[in-house]
């Protein structure tokens, strides 16, 4: 079965301080591809970053930066210097390629982290 | 570029009423998707259209959902009746045929009493 943990439910800092987010995944497919997502208030999903299975390679795009662990199953998000506008709930999400009881390779989200950045 | 339209926003029903939903993809998407959200959870896809087609309707409740995309552009979700356990955030996404980047809109809040 696949799946998503986001153990962090909610996470509160200060503006300026580094934040951490927190995505561990369980899946049998041996090529799979892990994502994260913004959902500010207003509702609309943002994507922030998509990593297949065989790229371990971190990645740094501007404040964000994530950290790929293929031997601990995880797939972590930070944010340096945190903003008020980072104020969201952030989804962690895989899609494999196989076929599990009819779900055809979708993304599976796990139940998001709520960051609130206070100035 | 416009983004994903879907209307209404927000939307009061009783349980046992029907209810649609609609959504407008980006033009030139090929795939359009619906999530179901409820709250305090990560949203889960009801069903994926590749046009016209249906790629995914394996978590779709179809005793009581229905979902269409006839000309492979705009798509409608309704639910008939309505159960208070379908009271979430509905979300539309749409992405170009081949892409993994979904694009979401903003949603339709519904509440059934």
């Known amino acids: 079965a696949q799946k998503v943990t986001q153990a962090q439910t909610e996470i509160s800092v200060v503006e300026k301080e580094d934040v951490t987010l927190d995505c561990v995944y369980e899946?049998?497919?041996?090529?799979?591809?892990l994502f994260w997502y913004k959902q500010p208030p207003s509702g609309e999903l943002v994507f922030l970053i998509r990593?297949?299975?065989?790229?371990?390679q971190n990645e740094i795009s501007g404040r964000y930066s994530w950290n790929f662990q293929k031997s601990t199953s995880s797939f972590n998000f930070t944010i340096t210097a945190s903003q008020v506008v980072d104020s969201a709930v952030y989804f962690c999400?895989?899609?494999?390629?196989?076929?599990?009881?009819?779900?055809?390779?979708?993304?599976?989200f796990g139940k998001g982290t709520k960051l609130s950045v206070k100035p | 570029e416009a983004g994903v339209a879907q209307s209404p926003r927000y939307k009061i029903i009783e349980k046992r009423q029907s209810v649609a939903f609609w959504c407008n993809p980006i033009?030139?998407?090929?795939?359009l998707y619906w999530y179901q959200q409820i709250l305090g959870q990560g949203p889960k896809l009801l069903i994926q259209?590749?046009?016209?087609?249906?790629?995914?309707d394996s978590q779709l409740p179809k005793d009581r959902f229905s979902a269409e995309r006839l000309k492979g552009v705009d798509s409608t979700l309704k639910i008939q009746p309505a159960k208070l356990e379908d009271s979430a955030v509905y979300l539309c996404?749409?992405?170009?045929?081949?892409?993994?980047?979904?694009?979401f809109g903003p949603g339709t809040r519904l509440t059934v009493t």
């Open positions: 996404a749409s992405t170009l045929a081949g892409s993994d980047e979904q694009y």
């Open positions: 899946t049998r497919d041996t090529t799979y591809y």
């Open positions: 990593r297949n299975s065989f790229d371990e």
């Open positions: 999400a895989l899609r494999g390629i196989m076929n599990y009881g009819g779900s055809q390779g979708n993304l599976i």
């Open positions: 033009s030139g998407h090929a795939t």
């Open positions: 259209f590749q046009n016209n087609g249906v790629v995914d």
